[in-house]
Structure formats: structure tokens, C-alpha cells
T-cell receptor, first 111, second 115 residues
Framework: DAKTTQPTSMDCAEGRAANLPCNHS???????VYWYRQIHSQGPQYIIH???NNETNEMASLIITEDRKSSTLILPHATLRDTAVYYC????????????FGAGTTVTVRA | SQTIHQWPATLVQPVGSPLSLECTVE??????LYWYRQAAGRGLQLLFY??????ISSEVPQNLSASRPQDRQFILSSKKLLLSDSGFYLC??????????????FGQGTRLTVV
């Protein structure tokens, strides 16, 4: 799987949009970008994934650059419950079953 | 709908004692199964993954082993626990990959303290 680079931490104001960047400059054409988050003392939770088109669901939006070398996860209206570690992962859809997490970004939403 | 069960939620074990953590998945068949460990203040470390019954891949050399006796059952074991085995253990499953990608679903974890 391609490696990803994320900032170690970031703060966000409650009610504002949180934009979480991720670099994946060595991504291959068949690798997807996944985002998970882990709230303290819980198992990771899937947020969203995409291949090359921007994606949106009830939790977040995923913006992938045209060259696919980076992406941004957008939490449109951050709440205190969004405080968590956010992981950006790239992996193929099938054929490689490993799912490895990096250090992630610790996001703290402040009132 | 699919669910994943992991137990126990917390466990305190003495050094040198055996360990058995069990994970079961419902509502799907032939899943990929994973065991992760998270030491205090650290990231998620992939320990084992399995693509089918009896098929186990180990990611790191360690004091632990895994087994998959049934399609939807994944067991993490140790014959003799070490202090360094303390941590938060997470089981996860994902469907076999296909067009569109697949996400992984995690259990609630077992917090193991070796004393």
C-alpha cells in the first residue's frame, strides 16, 4: 500500500469546517483513499473512501486532487464529538488484504 | 446487517498466564479478519490478518498467535503473557474486495492489562 503523510495534530473551532489534509504522492492507479477515525478508547470508525472523484456522505466530504497525490477530508460543521484521531489510508480494492494504519492526525474540536 | 462481537471488554492477567481473545462476525460470509493492538498512546499495529479458514498472516514477530477455526471466528492467543503484551486489542473484518472498494468494521476492543 502507498504511504500517507498527515499532520500530527490540528485544532478546529466548534461549528466551523475542519479540513484534514493527506499526502499520498506514490498512490497507484488502483488504490483507493480511505478515511477512518478513532475516538478515544473505541475501535476505529469508517468515514468515507474514494478513487478519483470527490465523495460526500452524511459524515464528511472527500476531495481528491486531479493527480490523486493528495486529498482532503472535510468535516463541514465540526462538533466536540468529532474530536478523534483521523487516519488516511490508501489501499487496493482487492488482492492485498492488509489494512495498515499510520499515526493519523489528532483533531481537537474546541468550543 | 453485519455485526462484530469481541470479548471480553477488559481483562487483567498475570505475567506468564495464557490468553485467549475471541472475535466473531455475523451477517456476512468469507470475510477478511484482522487483529490489531494499540499500546497506550500509540498507533494501531496490525498483528494478524486472515483471508480464510486456517489462513493466517503474521505482521510482526511476537508472543502472540492467531487462529481461524471457523469462517467467522478469529481467536488471538498467547501461551505466556508478557508485560509488553498489555494494550488495547481490536478485531476487525472487511468484505473481500471488489469494484468500489470495501471498508473495515471494528469491534469495541479488549483492554488487556498484564500485571
Amino acid at each position: 500500500d502507498a504511504k500517507t503523510t498527515q499532520p500530527t495534530s490540528m485544532d478546529c473551532a466548534e461549528g466551523r469546517a475542519a479540513n484534514l489534509p493527506c499526502n499520498h504522492s506514490t498512490i497507484s492507479g488502483n488504490e483507493y483513499v480511505y478515511w477512518y477515525r478513532q475516538i478515544h478508547s473505541q475501535g476505529p470508525q469508517y468515514i468515507i473512501h474514494g478513487l478519483k472523484n470527490n465523495e460526500t456522505n452524511e459524515m464528511a466530504s472527500l476531495i481528491i486532487t486531479e493527480d490523486r497525490k493528495s486529498s482532503t477530508l472535510i468535516l463541514p460543521h465540526a462538533t466536540l464529538r468529532d474530536t478523534a484521531v483521523y487516519y488516511c489510508i490508501v489501499r487496493v480494492a482487492k488482492g492485498d488484504y492488509k489494512l495498515s494504519f499510520g499515526a493519523g492526525t489528532t483533531v481537537t474540536v474546541r468550543a | 446487517s453485519q455485526t462484530i462481537h469481541q470479548w471480553p471488554a477488559t481483562l487483567v492477567q498475570p505475567v506468564g498466564s495464557p490468553l485467549s481473545l475471541e472475535c466473531t462476525v455475523e451477517g456476512t460470509s468469507n470475510p477478511n479478519l484482522y487483529w490489531y493492538r494499540q499500546a497506550a498512546g500509540r498507533g494501531l499495529q496490525l498483528l494478524f490478518y486472515s483471508v480464510g479458514i486456517g489462513q493466517i498472516s503474521s505482521e510482526v514477530p511476537q508472543n502472540l498467535s492467531a487462529s481461524r477455526p471457523q469462517d467467522r471466528q478469529f481467536i488471538l492467543s498467547s501461551k505466556k503473557l508478557l508485560l509488553s503484551d498489555s494494550g488495547f486489542y481490536l478485531c476487525a473484518w472487511s468484505a473481500k474486495g471488489g469494484y468500489g472498494g470495501t471498508e473495515a468494521f471494528f469491534g469495541q476492543g479488549t483492554r488487556l492489562t498484564v500485571v
